[in-house]
């Protein structure tokens, strides 16, 4: 068996998903994928999340085991391997922004972001903050318990799972993919939600049709621990 390049646990991921024109990702699509379809759309979804007990190849680095990340994704496929492709991810270390564009050419960027949590015996409450671009960019999201797991068949489940990760490599464009593990997810019973959030000062200003638009939907994982393999190119 393969040894992780990186564990974690990534909880309370917070996913706010919008339907997008398909040649707004038809340029970022790695050779031998297609967009992964759902009722005929294609999709991004912005995720905000909590990265905790972090470890590369078995390591934990005191100042980076636990931080928030901030992420813009939309969903292909190869053949039945369904996975995503990353717009721009955020992290508040340059570190390790600088590490993951290295090693699996992700585009992350180091900014300012925080999470914070409320959790009682009834609900709990994720707030994300991204301080970019000379501003506050803010998300949002209370649950219910129970939490409840969505039938595979649901659009909840098909934004949360998701087995692979793509890319294309840094000097020569090949495509390359990395497995992402983990069990499937429980999800919150979403009461209430708010983004103040600048999508084309954050993203570029293609994006911006999003900061007006209505969701096509929101869930709010609970999350568990994940295990990300090596990359390898793509045969």
Do not use: C
């Not at 031998?32 to 005929?40: H, K, N, S, Y």
């Not at 100042?63 to 992420?71: I, S």
């Not at 993203?203 to 049709?209: N, Q």
Request: hydrophobic letters at 40%.
């Amino acid at each position: 068996m393969t040894r992780p390049f990186l564990t974690a646990e990534w909880r309370n991921l917070f996913l706010v998903t919008y339907a997008v024109p398909q040649e707004l990702l038809l340029p970022r699509l790695p050779p031998g994928l297609t967009l992964d379809l759902r009722e005929g759309q294609a999709f991004v979804s912005l995720v905000a999340f909590e990265f905790l007990d972090t470890r590369v190849l078995g390591i934990s680095w005191p100042g980076y085991r636990n931080f928030a990340e901030l992420n813009l994704r939309f969903y292909v496929r190869r053949g039945e391997e369904r996975g995503v492709v990353f717009v721009r991810e955020f992290v508040p270390h340059r570190l390790i922004a600088w590490i993951a564009r290295w090693v699996y050419n992700e585009p992350y960027l180091a900014a300012p972001i925080t999470a914070e949590q409320e959790d009682t015996a009834e609900r709990r409450t994720m707030r994300f903050r991204l301080q970019f671009a000379g501003r506050s960019h803010q998300l949002s999201v209370t649950g219910s318990k129970p939490v409840f797991r969505p039938a595979e068949t649901s659009v909840e489940h098909f934004f949360k799972e998701h087995q692979w990760g793509f890319g294309v490599t840094r000097r020569r464009g090949v495509p390359l993919r990395y497995q992402v593990t983990h069990p499937v997810w429980d999800v919150f019973p979403i009461e209430s939600y708010q983004l103040d959030f600048d999508f084309a000062a954050v993203y570029g200003p293609e994006w911006g049709l999003l900061t007006q638009a209505q969701p096509y939907s929101t869930v709010f994982a609970v999350g568990s621990a994940i295990s990300v393999s090596p990359k390898g190119q793509l045969g």
